[in-house]
Structures are given as C-alpha cells and as structure tokens.
C-alpha cells in the first residue's frame, strides 16, 4: 500500500515543517517506494513556488535549525548561504496537483493529510466542508494534522481521537 502525503501549501515556513517531517521520515530508512507525496493547493501561483522548492532562511524561521533533526540534510536540500532549494531526489517524490477543498471529489484511502494553518486564511463558513472533504479522503486510522491554532469543528470531533494534541495531530475513527 503506498503511503500518501497531502500538503495544503502555503509559501511559508510551514512548506519547511512539511519538508522537515516527510524528510525525518525518508531519514529513517522509509522506502520511497512506498511513499507518494501530493502537494495540492488550489492557487496555481502557490503550486509553481512550491515546484520551484527554493527557500530562504530570511523569509522564514531559521531553515537550517529546522532541518538540524536530520542525519546529513544535504541529501535532501542544496544550501547556497541562506537559500535553500530542494534537491532533485525529494522533488521525484512530489506530485504537484490543483485540488478545491470545496468543490472538487475528495482523494481516497489517504495516510496523512498535513494542513497546518491552512484554516487561519479561510473564511469560517468553509472550514466545515473542507474538513469534510478532509476527513471523507482519509482511510480510518489516517492521521489529520492541522495548525496549533486551530481546533477541529465540533461537528467532526467525533470522527477522530487526539494523538497528540498540543501539535493537533488526529487519527481518523471508524
């Protein structure tokens, strides 16, 4: 079965924390096989920086303290002083994709659905069904992590447990 990765992109240092996290994981000895990372936002714009994958440290939190929890980072990104593009091998793994929470059919059978923030930008009357278009994606046990602001709406709770939630991980119930 193949993992899969939805990133909600935003072109700020969240795009890192993801990096960070999918990198931990291919750090440990995942197959990247068994991994199919999907990057989608609904703004073409967003899904062309994110392709570019070239950051630098001034624009967001300090790149290189983020990427420290890896093993040798330079396999994963090209550091050039404060900017930092990410390297071909983990570019191979990204499929970049233009989805619509909203009006588009949710993904099936998904693993993990990494959206953090993404609710601060979006008006109140669309996060419930955008979180049901999350939640009908994802395979029961798949994990939902959003911003450590935000909160689940009441109406969905009872469709997961908390697996951590000062960081507002969540695992999709049966």
């Known amino acids: ?11 700020s240092e969240e795009n890192i924390t ?19 990372v999907v990057a989608t936002d ?23 303290e983020q990427l420290s929890p890896l ?26 994709e233009r989805h619509d929470l909203i009006n588009d059919e949710p993904k099936a059978d998904v693993d993990l659905v990494a959206c953090r923030n993404l609710f601060i930008y979006i008006n109140a009357e669309h996060k419930l069904p955008m979180l049901r278009t999350i939640t009908r994606s994802l395979r029961v046990g798949g994990y939902l992590v959003i911003g450590k602001t ?8 009872s469709d997961y447990e908390p697996v951590d939630k000062r960081l507002r991980i969540y695992r999709k119930l049966d």
């Open 42 to 64: 609904i703004d073409g714009e967003i899904l062309e920086a994110a392709r570019r994958g070239v950051y630098r440290t001034t624009r967001t939190t300090d790149i290189a």
């Open 1 to 11: 079965m193949d993992d899969y990765i939805q990133d909600f992109i935003r072109e």
């Open 150 to 157: 935000e909160t689940l709406p009441e109406e969905l709770k």
């Open 18 to 36: 993801e990096l960070n996290n999918s990198l931990l994981a291919l750090d440990e000895g995942l197959d990247p096989a068994d991994v199919e």
């Open 71 to 96: 093993t040798r980072y330079g396999r994963f990104v090209d550091r050039d002083d404060d900017r930092f593009a990410v390297a071909d091998r983990v570019q191979e793994l990204v499929r970049f």
